[in-house]
């Protein structure tokens, strides 16, 4: 939709600020004390013509108000939108976190266990959105997406959702998973099937995951201050009914353009009243991304890519390096520097074999050796020349501010002096309010740890961490699987064939399965069972 041409654009009502304007009490409220106000200034009995400048000075502090009260919004906006791509900025990083995880445990576990991981990391991934927002639940969110990507055993399963409410329970289900990710690395490295440098790597990239998780849990329960947004919303309140008076009674002027005037006021007037409203309803909708509005973040899609992008990468096939020979060829097709080329040209030559030829190729003599390094220094660089950097522009900002004129006056007609009075007196109380109200909101910011509705919740915090750290402790260690459940859930999953059957290999290999010792198997009555419903019949190797 940003790429629509703006009369399309324009024309759209459903996820665009029209659509919550038209709902709003302000916006009707202004146009009512317009419409009203216009009626009164047309059937007044007397002939005083409001449109003269008694409203001047009036006119001349709103339009001031209205540059703070702008500034206001801004400021507004500008911390919701640092806040939602700070959400989106998470959001990314987890998905990055588990595609590495998903990479290394490709690199260095059997494909059994790897998938296993990656399973445990998906799942907390879906178990942390799930209690995050009410938008997406445990019916149309969780359970669907585990039992599509068959993510979670039937124990697993009964486990996270039996003694644990994935709605309610904060991060208690996805710290539970990520505990049993940690636990399996441990055991892998155990057996031998990483070094302790590819177990350090993998615990690193899972509490990085664990630790953004729990960031972006905390960082939802502290939004913008409410004495900030309840002072703004006061503001609002007051300063569009007094500019909707203003603009009413100076209205006016010769009857031959009268209806111009009458066009062109009553279209300022809509037009200020919905950018001061549609400001803050673009703040406000910034400020919670983890919702179902259009403009929210589209979690599904994201929870979606990762799992098909980590899959992919356990599926990656473990094809053969092409030859140095080869590499250098890609080299010179490339944009690789001579001095490369020379350096890969120089290990071909020096070694007695070819990599992936073993036509017993002599080294060069000493004499020779020596020619091709010289050769090697006399050739030119070829190092680019960097472009000239790009002087920054500097922006001054000149504010001159001065021979302000002071306020006039109110004309004392008694027809009109009633309008004056209430005008003025409200822009002097929204102005004090403005001051005063500015002056507050600094006040309470600078003492974050206090007893005020604005501060920190630090009891809510200290109680989300006791309660975190000790689902921690308190995760089981379940036993992991069999390497036939193992293969089910494989099965079930994007797995590809070529992943299934050594699985199965290792099945019929091994008299005992990882993690749960069973009877020596005579024969392979369990995985003919396994496969006997499937639609394609392996052969047993």
């Not at 927002?133 to 149309?140: F, T």
């Not at 091994?510 to 993690?515: F, L, R």
């Not at 009555?525 to 419903?533: D, F, V």
Request: hydrophobic content about 45%.
């Amino acid at each position: 939709r940003c790429e629509e041409p703006s009369h399309r654009m324009i024309s759209r009502l459903e996820g665009t600020v029209i659509g919550e304007i038209v709902f709003d009490v302000y916006f009707w409220l202004t146009l009512m004390t317009y419409v009203v106000f216009r009626v009164w200034t047309e059937t007044r009995t007397t002939d005083d013509d409001l449109s003269g400048g008694k409203f001047s000075s009036a006119s001349f502090y709103l339009v001031f108000f209205a540059g703070f009260l702008l500034s206001f919004l801004l400021f507004y906006i500008s911390q919701n939108n640092s806040r939602y791509f700070e959400f989106l900025a998470d959001t990314m990083f987890l998905m990055g976190r588990i595609n590495d995880a998903a990479t290394l445990a490709k690199a260095t576990l059997p494909i059994e266990r790897a998938r296993r991981i990656v399973r445990y990391l998906n799942a907390s991934h879906v178990a942390a959105y799930t209690g995050l927002s009410a938008s997406y639940n445990k019916k149309n969110f969780f359970d669907p997406l585990v039992q599509k990507h068959a993510l979670l055993s039937n124990s697993e399963y009964e486990h996270i959702t039996g003694e644990m409410n994935v709605e309610k329970d904060g991060a208690k289900p996805t710290f539970e998973l990520i505990t049993w990710v940690m636990m399996d690395i441990r055991a892998a490295q155990k057996e031998g099937h990483m070094d302790s440098n590819e177990a350090l790597q993998m615990r690193t990239l899972v509490l990085q995951l664990r630790s953004r998780i729990a960031k972006i849990f905390i960082l939802r329960t502290a939004p913008i201050p409410y004495l900030f947004i309840h002072c703004l919303n006061l503001l609002t309140a007051g300063y569009l009914p007094v500019f909707a008076i203003v603009i009413a009674v100076e209205t006016g002027g010769e009857d031959n353009i009268k209806w111009v005037q009458e066009l062109v006021n009553a279209m300022v007037m809509l037009l200020q009243t919905m950018f001061i409203i549609g400001l803050r309803i673009v703040g406000q909708q910034l400020s919670d991304p983890y919702g179902n509005d259009l403009i929210d973040l589209q979690i599904l899609r994201y929870v979606k890519g990762i799992l098909v992008s980590s899959n992919a990468i356990l599926n990656a096939e473990n094809l053969t390096p092409p030859s140095l020979e080869e590499e250098t060829s890609l080299m010179r097709k490339s944009e690789a520097t001579r001095e490369d080329i020379l350096d890969v040209l120089v290990e071909i030559m020096e070694n007695k074999e070819m990599t992936n030829d073993q036509s017993g190729s002599t080294r060069l003599s000493d004499e020779d050796f020596i020619k091709f390094q010289n050769l090697c220094q006399n050739l030119d660089d070829f190092a680019r020349p960097l472009e000239p950097p790009i002087k920054p522009h500097r922006y001054g900002l000149d504010f001159c501010i001065a021979n302000l004129p002071e306020a006039s006056q109110c004309k004392k007609e008694d027809n009109i002096k009633w309008v004056q009075e209430l005008v003025n007196a409200m822009v002097m109380l929204l102005q004090t309010m403005f001051i005063i109200g500015l002056r507050i909101v600094g006040q309470q910011l600078s003492d974050p740890y206090g007893n005020d509705i604005i501060d920190l919740q630090i009891m809510r915090y200290v109680k989300i961490i006791l309660l975190g750290s000790n689902a921690i402790l308190n995760a089981e260690n379940l036993t992991p699987p069999s390497l036939i459940e193992e293969t089910a859930l494989m099965y079930k999953s994007d797995a590809t064939k070529k992943d299934i059957l050594e699985s199965l290999v290792d099945i019929i290999k091994n008299e005992e399965t990882m993690n749960d010792k069973m009877e020596p198997m005579n024969d392979n009555t369990e995985i003919t069972t396994l496969l006997s419903n499937k639609e394609d019949q392996f052969s047993l190797c």
